[in-house]
T-cell receptor, first 112, second 111 residues
Framework: DGGITQSPKYLFRKEGQNVTLSCEQN?????MYWYRQDPGQGLRLIYY???????QKGDIAEGYSVSREKKESFPLTVTSAQKNPTAFYLC???????????FGPGTRLTVL | GQNIDQPTEMTATEGAIVQINCTYQ??????LFWYQQHAGEAPTFLSY????GLEEKGRFSSFLSRSKGYSYLLLKELQMKDSASYLC????????????FGAGTRLTVKP
């Protein structure tokens, strides 16, 4: 079955630690995205990538980093520089930029 | 600018019709999308408009006016399971090849 997966579903980390969230898709999509969602709010774009080995900052990229070494994978690292990292993180992919996006199930990160 | 505005909350009765509006300010535009998101879950795609007019898909319809920077999502024959957040998203804002989401409208359907 084709789809987009994120792991883990729930993640707990101590303050000051870097943490990497996984996102994998087997839909053969070129574009991939990372969003952050805080309680009762919409999605805010962190980073996006239109093609392998290339990515652009979204609205709230500070304190985050990404890589796109393979078409299928777009991991997000939440660094210790991110002041308030506790949130719901959603990864999405689309055939190309500005197209229907398919979302993974999300990772709920809690920093203690 | 990239402001995408939609009402925060709406309430409607089962079996009724509800219209959720979305306005956006943009210097570039490649399409408007509506997504449904149930609490604690990922968003799922509902509709896509790139040309002016109405797109109908079962109980859901979406309208776009590019000149006015305006869209609405129309839900007919409301069911309890339609209680969710509805997210308006605009692609290509400021001529970037990305997607920006509004804050979402939380719809509550009451018996």
């Amino acid at each position: 079955d084709g789809g987009i997966t994120q792991s883990p579903k729930y993640l707990f980390r101590k303050e000051g630690q870097n943490v990497t969230l996984s996102c994998e898709q087997n839909l053969n999509h070129d574009a991939m995205y990372w969003y952050r969602q805080d309680p009762g709010q919409g999605l805010r774009l962190i980073y996006y990538s239109q093609i392998v080995n290339d990515f652009q900052k979204g609205d709230i990229a500070e304190g985050y980093s990404v890589s796109r070494e393979k078409k299928e994978s777009f991991p997000l690292t939440v660094t210790s520089a991110q002041k308030n990292p506790t949130a719901f993180y959603l990864c999405a992919s689309s055939i190309r930029g500005v197209d229907e996006q398919f979302f993974g199930p999300g990772t709920r990160l809690t920093v203690l | 600018g990239q402001n995408i505005d939609q009402p925060t909350e709406m309430t409607a009765t089962e079996g009724a019709i509800v219209q959720i509006n979305c306005t956006y300010q943009t210097s570039g535009f490649n399409g408007l999308f509506w997504y449904q998101q149930h609490a604690g879950e990922a968003p799922t795609f509902l509709s896509y408009n790139v040309l002016d007019g109405l797109e109908e898909k079962g109980r859901f319809s979406s309208f776009l006016s590019r000149s006015k920077g305006y869209s609405y999502l129309l839900l007919k024959e409301l069911q309890m399971k339609d209680s969710a957040s509805y997210l308006c998203a605009v692609g290509g804002l400021d001529n970037n090849n990305d997607m920006r989401f509004g804050a979402g409208t939380r719809l509550t359907v009451k018996p």
